[in-house]
């Protein structure tokens, strides 16, 4: 009774697990198959190639010096446009199936609306026969396009590595020298300009090199806190560079008619941003958005001008100050 039993539950269960899967109607289609078309796939792959080549292309003059960069700036981006263009209009007229109507669609109702779209995005693939070749070459067009689009944000200033920009030509004991390489006096430095100085040995045409050197009476100073041994018998030293966008500093404003007009000022002549020598390079008026950053000096036992220090802030335009503040 027992082996009786035990393969009677054998074929039952036997009979349950190797039972028919019932049939699974498929849903009506909603988009019409399409013949497939190998011709018009090998032509969208041919188009979207060309498409990465010119995105790449462009990157590769925007990386390397050549002659005419910004007539191949244009050829490059718009031969890629035009041939993006070209695979979109080819898959959209002859990849896609399309379906034509004579009577309005229905009240969409939102639970079948969404199984629609479903069913349209996966049925309008069938006519694809080389579907993950067509895949990567969307992908590589993909991201040479956006490498296309993304190479000139390098423009704006390098990501890494940007401890040169904060690095001076100015260290402790460098003299201060005129545009001819003469030491500059502290007794030759008079109270009726102002003189341009640059740091001995060092390259010019570094932007932070250029400093502008004025004169005050020591009773006038008004410098930050911990900058009193600075200014050496009233000789102060500023960044030439103004601090709004990169001009040179080249006025020097003095009353001549005391008291009414405004005292003695550093002018930036293109954007008339105006600083204050006597209280630490502040901003008295235009469009800097901070002070000039203030060179310390010292006096050697020749009398010569030279740099106690680095500058008390960055040199340079004041998107910095703006984007740290």
Same mark, same amino acid.
């Not at 990849?95 to 009240?107: F, G, H, Q, T």
């Not at 944000?153 to 590595?161: E, I, N, R």
């Not at 300009?193 to 502008?212: H, I, K, N, S």
């Not at 080249?250 to 005391?258: E, G, H, N």
């Given at each position: 009774?027992?082996?009786?039993?035990?393969?009677?539950?054998?074929?039952?269960?036997?009979?349950?697990?190797?039972?028919?899967?019932?049939?699974?109607?498929?849903?009506?289609?909603?988009?019409?198959? /399409?013949?497939?078309?190998? !011709?018009?796939? =090998? #032509?969208?792959? +041919?188009? %979207? &190639?060309?498409?990465? @080549?010119?995105?790449? *292309?462009?990157?590769?003059?925007?990386?390397?010096?050549?002659?005419?960069?910004?007539?191949?700036?244009?050829?490059?981006?718009?031969?890629?446009?035009?041939?993006?263009?070209?695979?979109?209009?080819?898959?959209?007229?002859?990849?896609?199936?399309?379906?034509?109507?004579?009577?309005?669609?229905?009240?969409?109702?939102?639970?079948?609306?969404?199984?629609?779209?479903?069913?349209?995005?996966?049925?309008? /693939?069938?006519?694809?026969? !080389?579907?993950? =070749? #067509?895949?990567? +070459?969307? %992908? &590589?067009?993909?991201? @040479?396009?956006?490498? *296309?689009?993304?190479?000139?944000?390098?423009?704006?200033?390098?990501?890494?590595?940007?401890?040169?920009?904060?690095?001076?030509?100015?260290?402790?004991?460098?003299?201060?020298?005129?545009?001819?390489?003469?030491?500059?006096?502290?007794?030759?430095?008079?109270?009726?300009?102002?003189?341009?100085?640059?740091?001995?040995?060092?390259?010019?045409?570094?932007?932070?090199?250029?400093?502008?050197?004025?004169?005050?009476?020591?009773?006038?100073?008004?410098?930050?806190?911990?900058?009193?041994?600075?200014?050496?018998?009233?000789?102060?030293?500023?960044?030439?560079?103004?601090?709004?966008?990169?001009?040179?500093?080249?006025?020097?404003?003095?009353?001549?008619?005391?008291?009414?007009?405004?005292?003695?000022?550093?002018?930036?002549?293109?954007?008339?941003?105006?600083?204050?020598?006597?209280?630490?390079?502040?901003?008295?008026?235009?469009?800097?958005?901070?002070?000039?950053?203030?060179?310390?000096?010292?006096?050697?036992?020749?009398?010569?001008?030279?740099?106690?220090?680095?500058?008390?802030?960055?040199?340079?335009?004041?998107?910095?100050?703006?984007?740290?503040?």
């Amino acid at each position: 009774m027992i082996r009786k039993a035990l393969a009677l539950g054998v074929a039952l269960l036997r009979l349950w697990l190797w039972r028919p899967s019932p049939r699974v109607e498929e849903p009506p289609r909603i988009v019409a198959p /399409g013949e497939p078309a190998p !011709r018009a796939e =090998l #032509l969208l792959l +041919a188009l %979207l &190639g060309c498409a990465s @080549a010119c995105a790449v *292309a462009f990157v590769v003059v925007y990386a390397v010096d050549l002659p005419r960069p910004t007539q191949l700036f244009g050829l490059c981006l718009g031969l890629m446009f035009a041939f993006l263009a070209s695979a979109l209009v080819l898959l959209g007229k002859r990849l896609v199936p399309d379906e034509e109507i004579e009577e309005d669609y229905p009240a969409p109702e939102r639970e079948h609306a969404q199984e629609d779209v479903i069913g349209i995005v996966e049925q309008s /693939g069938d006519r694809f026969t !080389r579907r993950r =070749l #067509l895949k990567v +070459a969307a %992908l &590589g067009t993909g991201g @040479a396009v956006s490498a *296309a689009l993304v190479a000139p944000a390098v423009s704006f200033g390098p990501l890494f590595h940007t401890s040169a920009l904060d690095r001076t030509p100015w260290r402790r004991g460098r003299r201060l020298v005129d545009d001819a390489g003469k030491p500059l006096r502290a007794a030759d430095i008079s109270t009726e300009t102002f003189y341009t100085a640059y740091p001995e040995g060092a390259p010019r045409e570094d932007l932070a090199a250029p400093v502008v050197v004025v004169r005050l009476d020591p009773e006038e100073l008004r410098l930050p806190a911990g900058r009193e041994s600075w200014a050496p018998r009233g000789i102060l030293a500023y960044s030439k560079t103004c601090t709004h966008a990169a001009c040179a500093i080249a006025l020097y404003r003095k009353p001549t008619f005391a008291p009414t007009q405004p005292g003695r000022a550093l002018v930036c002549p293109c954007h008339y941003s105006t600083f204050d020598p006597a209280t630490g390079g502040t901003v008295i008026f235009g469009p800097a958005g901070r002070p000039l950053p203030q060179l310390p000096l010292q006096i050697d036992g020749d009398g010569n001008l030279r740099a106690a220090g680095n500058y008390s802030g960055l040199p340079g335009p004041s998107w910095w100050g703006v984007r740290h503040r």
